[in-house]
């Protein structure tokens, strides 16, 4: 184990050993319960039972010092840091992989402080956007990485607002086909992680890289050739997810009229 030595070092070795074949019982279970879709309702049971355990301090400080101020343990860290796709933040899309986070907060689940799968990597700004909170309402349970299936279908949209100069404004909009509780829950994860506003700004970026390019196409192949450049781009960015804001953004200048007729040429 490549903590074991800190434990030792601290006493706390046989503490930990006493809660071994609990803490795996408890990892399967929380896989059990992520592979259900029950994983809220599971963490809401846990969390009577572990928010004042005992040995609180001891798993805070063995995550802490040993796992992640440790060598041993930081190689396990940055094993954890890896598993995001593309070292991105799986929570914004957005910015690289700089953290792990526990998707239960350790003050208040810290049996799960050293559980792989609570253990997600993301950005330094959705780690701090999240905190320590736990929402104990169905329709605002953060979501889960590694159990929380989005699906193919697209949820995220975009506008251009010509009247403001060019300006891509996001928006979630779960398909109809969505259960309730799933759809309240991307809505509040879109809103309390600022995705409209942090989109928005990458967009701003990507717009005036392609001003140039799609300005030729215009003048070559008017608003009709434009169009089907940008579908054809868009296409690309949604065979890897449709639901990257790329795409959303793509398939809205495709969408703009203001675009086609020349509306890149004022940003």
Known sequence: MACSAWLEKY?????????????VALENRYRQAGN???HHSFLLAELTKQSNHQDRVMFEETYGQAMVGRTEGRKLYDVLKALAADARCPLCGVQAVAQVDHHAPKDKFPLLALTP?????????CNQTKSNTFDREPVRAE???????????????????????????????????????????????????HLADRYRVEAGQVLSIRKRKDTRTLDDSGSGGLRDQLLADADEYAHYDPNSWQAALIFALADSSWYLNGGMRGI
């Open 11 to 23: 006493g706390y070795a046989d503490r930990v050993d006493e809660h071994l074949l609990g803490l």
């Open 36 to 38: 259900l879709g029950t």
């Open 117 to 125: 799968l609570n253990l997600v990597a993301v950005c330094g700004t």
């Open 143 to 193: 979501i889960h990485p590694y159990f929380d299936d989005l699906g193919a279908e697209r949820w995220l949209f975009a506008h251009i607002d010509g009247a403001a100069g060019g300006v891509a404004v996001f928006q979630a909009k779960p398909p109809g086909t969505w259960p309730l509780i799933k759809a309240a829950r991307l809505r509040h994860h879109f809103t309390k992680y």
